[in-house]
């Protein structure tokens, strides 16, 4: 999926409030555990908030094999879209 | 002075209510949830009552919608609506274990899980369980009772384990005998069997339980967590 700037703008900053991590850190191959920090508490965090941001739902089990940023925000975008 | 939002249920009369006159009178505002009557000594802008019962899931996202129109989310829950159905385990029922579990457990875990969410987007949170001294000490005629009651206890550890780092705490204060409905439905000879138990050779009141409640739930103790703690007289002391 291509990426839409205002669409990863949003999600950037979805991420930098709930795992409180530096915007230039958040880069679409960032993995969520080793590159910033988060775990799994953060992510479904940070899918709440995303789903309130991008007025979404995401299933629990869809967050399975979630590891990079790229995977969290195609999964937000694609249900946006869809 | 604080002036935080606190969500009580089963807050109409015994334990509940003493809770929620000290948090109105520390300054909180105070919700309760009650099931059939309403309370009436609860007054004044910074208390409301909702008719809600804790079962139902429906009726539980209603009364914290409610209260998040009203004042903003629930920064303190105590989870306090209980019931008891006694009997002893030969002649108990599958209903009989169910409404007390469901209502003492399952409805203690659905309300900690709506108000955790806003709790760990606000990095602060206080939930207290109403257990209560038969969940460790045991009680013939309460095996459904007793069991829902030292469910919270893992309840509340496994909160603590999940949320502690997000500055949610969650407690179990653990009531012995209390002057309730509750109490007096045993009759005099069964409240002094009860009471015969205890060191103090005494029920509490509800008000020592709801001091317990208070100070778990203040935003000082932050740093107690996963606890039991006792309001029993000295009754299950060692447990």
């Not at chain 2, 606190?6 to 105070?30: E, H, P, S, Y």
């Not at chain 2, 949320?163 to 949610?168: C, S």
């Not at chain 2, 069964?190 to 409640?213: D, F, I, K, W, Y």
Request: aromatic letters at 6%; charged letters at 25%; a negative charge.
């Amino acid at each position: 999926m291509s990426e839409n700037p205002e669409a990863f703008e949003k999600f950037k900053k979805c991420a930098v409030d709930v795992l409180s991590v530096d915007a230039d850190k958040v880069t679409m191959d960032a993995r969520f555990n080793e590159d910033l920090g988060a775990d799994s508490l953060d992510l479904v965090e940070l899918v709440m908030a995303l789903e309130e941001a991008f007025e979404v739902n995401v299933d629990e089990s869809e967050l399975d094999g979630v590891d990079t940023v790229r995977q969290a925000y195609d999964l937000v975008t694609g249900k946006q879209s869809a | 002075m604080s002036n935080r939002v606190v969500l009580i249920t089963g807050g109409n009369r015994g334990i509940g209510l003493a809770c929620a006159q000290l948090f109105l009178k520390q300054g909180d505002r105070v919700a309760v949830t009650y099931r059939s009557s309403p309370p009436a000594e609860l007054d004044g802008e910074n208390a409301m009552a909702i008719k809600c019962d804790v079962n139902s899931a429906e009726e539980v996202e209603a009364a914290f919608k409610q209260i998040e129109a009203a004042w903003g989310t629930v920064e303190v829950l105590v989870a306090n609506a209980g019931v008891n159905k006694d009997t002893l385990l030969m002649r108990m029922t599958e209903d009989q274990w169910d409404e007390v579990v469901d209502t003492n457990l399952k409805a203690a875990w659905r309300c900690a899980q709506r108000a955790s969410k806003a709790m760990m987007k606000a990095r602060f949170g206080r939930i207290v369980f109403m257990s209560s001294v038969v969940g460790y000490f045991g009680s013939p005629g309460q095996t459904n009772y007793a069991a829902s009651k030292s469910g919270l206890i893992g309840l509340a550890r496994s909160i603590t384990r999940e949320l502690g780092a997000r500055g949610v705490t969650a407690n179990v204060v653990a009531p012995g005998p209390v002057e309730t409905d509750m109490l007096n439905a045993l009759g005099d000879d069964g409240a002094a069997r009860l009471t015969s138990l205890v060191p103090l050779q005494r029920a509490a009141t509800a008000h020592e339980v709801a001091v317990a409640v208070a100070f778990l739930a203040s935003t000082e103790a932050a740093y107690i967590s996963g606890v039991i703690l006792p309001v029993d007289g000295g009754m299950a002391m060692g447990h």
